[in-house]
């Protein structure tokens, strides 16, 4: 009896000493199914998109967001493991919410394309709520309603969750995080919203961009903070929940804000974020440097499959802005340059991602692909609690065979 228990034993260690040998790689591209890149093509001079395609798949990056329903992106990104986030362009509400014309649009910009291009999203508008043109707003729900009832009818639903990106300036409080609020001309409109969302089961996304308050108060804001680097942070005072960057300050003002609504069950995604490289002479902390270090911070924050301190066992949805530097999108000088990549796919600074094609240093070299450097401090403690259980289960294992041999 107590031989067939210790085999027993036996062999479940041997399966958790494989388990946990491949812990490293499963966990690590496991933990990146959250992260995507917003690819914009606001451009004269950017690559044709199967090229993207090819850019990306390097990166083992499974997801991005474009600002339309571009055909030639569709058909490139056919048979391919990425996933795609479409957008409604503004000027088309109005029109998309009679249902036929949603209808229309569905079956001609998204049915065609699916299942063979992965679409898993349409963002209904971008910012609808902080637009110049404030008489759009009440086509937003209308259209959603219409767009979400086309792919009930066509069948996509269950397939293509449909909401829309949001800025943060339809927050009238988001500090500290707990005052997080709406302001009172849009909380008509975002109940409706919120409504809706809640009954798709879809997410509500912002675009957060913590870089705009730093260049706002750069004496007031710590640089430190907003990079996501090593600083004391700040205590909410009413929750007592400590906040070591903005990022994720900004996330629990938006679901404290939905809650004074009276919803507290709805995923927030980040549709957008992101640093500029280059600024114009008032643009303060626009620099490589410091874009660099908040792309490079934020990876390691995906990678970790982190929760906010709010929502601490819950990882959200991420949206790198952007894939490119894009020349003729208007503006400051900023505007061009929040891209990873010049339009000739060089990198404008090197946050940790790596592609196959640059692992060919030497002739005995693999092509390997990690979305993040295993040099990372998240990577590494992995590595060595891995390390550390797979020896002390060795040892345990060793001496239940000692013990079988003592006793027989």
Known sequence: MFRRIAMTMTNS??????????????????????????????????????????????L??????????????????????????????????????????????????????????????IAVGNELYTDDDSSLIGYLVPAMMSIHSALVQTGLDKYIQVSTPNSLSVLQESYPPSAGCFKPEVAGVMTQLLTFLRNTKSPFWINAYPYFAYKDSPTKIPLDYVLFNPNPGMVDPFTKYHYDNMLYAQVDAVIFA??????KDIEVGVSETGWPSKGDGDEVGATVANAAVYNKNLLRRQLQGEGTPLRQNMSFDVYLFALFNEDLKPGPTSERNY????????????????????????????SSTSIISLTSSASTAIKKGTQQLIYWTCIYSLAIQMLIRRRY
């Open 60 to 121: 083992h990056i499974n997801k991005t967001r474009i600002y339309d329903t571009n055909p030639r992106v569709l058909t490139s990104f056919a048979n391919s493991n990425i996933e795609l986030f479409v957008t409604v362009e503004n000027e088309m509400l109005s029109s998309l919410v009679d249902p036929q014309q949603a209808l229309q649009w569905i079956t001609t910009r998204i049915k065609p394309y699916f299942p063979a291009t992965k679409i898993g999203g």
């Open 13 to 58: 260690i041997v399966l958790l000493l494989f388990s946990l040998t491949f812990l490293e790689c499963g966990l690590l591209f496991q933990r990146v199914s959250s992260l995507g890149i917003n690819y914009g093509q606001v451009g004269d001079n950017l690559p044709p998109p199967d090229k993207v395609l090819q850019l990306l798949n390097s």
């Open 339 to 366: 891209g990873l990549y010049q339009p000739d796919e060089t990198m404008t600074y090197n946050v940790g991602l790596l592609s196959s094609s640059s692992s060919t240093s030497s002739s005995t070299s693999t």
């Open 258 to 263: 939905m809650a004074r609504l009276g919803f």
